[in-house]
């Protein structure tokens, strides 16, 4: 709401106007806000944990879930929490993927369920946040091994996806999650034109050297090999190892891809 992004601002601004230190990095910032905010919003608790689901969303864009798991804890299990079934709906499936790192799958799927549950209230509009939401409940299923259930949900979640003119990020990820879980079950024969869609969508995106296409690609690349499809197979290796060693230098998914 206007008003959450306002009190952000203010949180912000109180922070930064009371800092000893003049260069802030990012998560300083944040250390620093979580511990304002308790002050600030003391006498309105609400305000607080929606304050403290924002900075829990920043920590999940930086990867930082560790950070962001008592954030987002504290939002869940607040009682009663008057915010938009949206905002729970967002906060339910960040924290479901910070349960999934964690090896709680079985709460990353409750949670997931709860998300849904929020989102089909405004199916119309939430298309594409249900169909996020549905990638990690199957990414949760593929982790206890439940892997036609795991399928089934992704199978759905690219149905959605697809509804964005292409290339879109969704169908991307959407498509190769799918693959994956498809590999993993051992129905990698299914996962080819899923992977071939994934890839599509990243060239379109123009984010063919990013570290998930270039994964896609050295998946792709050894499909191919594996069916002995090798005239396919070598320039897209060689082109995973030029485009991963130009952007990211030497690593183990090189030497994978080397081998």
Do not use: C
Request: charged share 25%; no cysteine.
């Amino acid at each position: 709401s206007t008003l959450l992004r306002e009190q952000l601002v203010l949180l912000f601004r109180e922070v930064g106007q009371n800092s000893a230190d003049q260069e802030l990095s990012t998560r300083e910032l944040l250390t620093e806000s979580v511990e304002v905010a308790q002050r600030l919003y003391a006498n309105d608790p609400q305000m607080m944990v929606s304050i403290k689901l924002l900075l829990g969303e920043i920590y999940i864009a930086m990867n930082d879930f560790a950070s962001a798991e008592p954030l987002l804890s504290s939002f869940v299990e607040y009682k009663p929490n008057l915010a938009s079934p949206l905002m729970q709906a967002i906060a339910r499936a960040d924290l479901a993927q910070v349960r999934l790192r964690q090896g709680g799958a079985a709460e990353a799927v409750a949670l997931t369920d709860n998300a849904l549950d929020s989102l089909r209230q405004s199916p119309g509009q939430n298309a594409a946040r249900i169909a996020d939401v549905m990638q990690i409940r199957g990414q949760a299923l593929r982790v206890q091994g439940r892997w036609d259930e795991a399928v089934s949900t992704l199978r759905d979640a690219l149905r959605l996806a697809r509804r964005e003119p292409a290339p879109s990020r969704l169908r991307a990820t959407t498509s190769n999650n799918l693959a994956t879980t498809l590999i993993y079950a051992g129905r990698a024969g299914e996962a080819m034109p899923l992977l071939r869609e994934a890839l599509d969508n990243w060239r379109g995106l123009g984010l063919e050297n990013g570290s998930s296409a270039l994964t896609v690609m050295a998946n792709l690349a050894s499909l191919l090999h594996q069916r002995g499809e090798l005239a396919e197979a070598e320039p897209l290796y060689r082109e995973a190892i030029r485009r991963r060693l130009e952007k990211f230098g030497k690593s183990g998914a090189l030497a994978a891809a080397h081998l």
